[in-house]
């Protein structure tokens, strides 16, 4: 086909050539003998039971949680129970917590601090109190946080048993981070993640080993060899351009002798057709219309010998004149034309027929014419 033996056909097919052979190598590359992971560098600590009100299985699945949930999303959740904060108001004692230790990543501030002060007054005026207190990636959603610690921690801190509140709770608050970054948290589940995170205290999280590339990252790699070649192509076409300017179109080297194709330098330019000329102004100042003579249809000559009939035919009436008739005294003909009898006459003369003029010859000799943050505390 002659379509592929231009340039530009012929380029355009190898630039996709070159990028369909390199978005095929990427998706069928074998994977590295080494499995991605993710790995936890480090030691911390999310649970400090001083007031020995919590068992190990809940101290231990608080531990095991928060791995899984640090190592996919960077946030921590901090436990710590305490007789008396000493005086202070239990939602700065957890601020205090969190920034002291560092809880949540440094990437995203989404620590959360939970604290249950046994021996406090809380503002109802009963014993004892509890708080959370949250990063400032968390900020927006204080209230939403806060209504988890109330519904979950409330009816089992009243009755005295501290440990199904805080297990109640903190698992609330890790369904709401799982369904808020869109993860699945549980128990020492680790699994292979593009993001690291790192806490003020050294523990962070390292990825190893070969990840395969998604679908996504595919098509952005796609999308920019494709830019990339584009660009190259259009500077060698202005290097092609600029080689047969200088060979054939420089002044005073006449006709070319051989004929250019155009991609993207070198296209001829046409010019612009004049505009259309502006309509007549209206108005005061408008110029007056041209002279001319009247738009009237011309009167139809009589004729001289003969009469009108009485009757009219189309418009008005039909009637009034007779159907017949001598010649007129005169000898001319009777007309053709416009308000004309179709009759007889008085005078004896033939009538007319409706029509702009006369068609026919008149006593003369002569033709006629032809015409149209949140606090809690027992409630």
Do not use: C
């Amino acid at each position: 086909m002659k379509i592929f033996q231009k340039r530009s056909v012929a380029a355009l097919v190898m630039v996709l050539a070159i990028a369909a052979g390199v978005f095929l190598g990427q998706a069928r590359k074998p994977d590295d003998t080494s499995a991605p992971s993710t790995a936890i560098v480090g030691s911390y600590t999310y649970v400090y039971d001083n007031a020995h009100v919590l068992t190990d299985r809940t101290m231990e699945h608080i531990d095991a949680v928060n791995a899984s949930l640090f190592a996919q999303t960077g946030a921590q959740i901090m436990v710590v129970t305490v007789n008396t904060t000493g005086g202070t108001d239990i939602i700065d004692y957890a601020a205090d917590l969190g920034n002291e230790y560092g809880v949540g990543s440094a990437e995203r501030d989404n620590g959360v601090v939970m604290v249950l002060a046994l021996d406090d007054i809380a503002q109802n005026g009963l014993q004892g109190d509890y708080g959370a207190a949250y990063g400032d990636g968390l900020y927006d959603y204080g209230d939403q946080l806060n209504s988890i610690l109330y519904y979950y921690m409330e009816d089992d801190f009243a009755a005295g048993d501290y440990d199904a509140g805080v297990e109640k709770t903190f698992d609330a608050y890790i369904d709401w981070l799982a369904e808020f970054y869109d993860v699945t948290v549980r128990e020492n589940y680790i699994p292979a993640v593009r993001e690291t995170y790192s806490t003020a205290g050294g523990y962070q999280t390292q990825n190893s080993g070969y990840m395969a590339p998604t679908v996504g990252m595919l098509a952005r790699n796609l999308v920019m060899l494709l830019v990339v070649l584009f660009i190259i192509w259009i500077i060698l076409d202005a290097v092609r351009y600029s080689r047969y300017r200088r060979r054939y179109l420089m002044p005073g080297m006449g006709i070319p002798t051989r004929r250019y194709y155009p991609v993207f330098w070198g296209r001829p330019r046409r010019r612009r057709p004049p505009p259309p000329p502006r309509p007549p102004r209206s108005g005061p100042g408008a110029p007056p219309p041209p002279r001319g003579g009247s738009t009237r249809p011309p009167t139809p000559p009589r004729s001289s010998g003969g009469s009108r009939g009485g009757g009219i035919f189309g418009g008005g009436t039909f009637g009034g004149g007779s159907f017949g008739g001598s010649r007129p005294s005169g000898g001319s003909r009777g007309s053709f034309g416009g308000g004309g009898s179709f009759g007889r006459s008085s005078g004896g003369s033939r009538g007319s027929f409706g029509g702009g003029g006369s068609f026919g010859r008149g006593g003369g000799g002569s033709r006629g014419g032809f015409s149209g943050g949140a606090r809690g505390g027992r409630r």
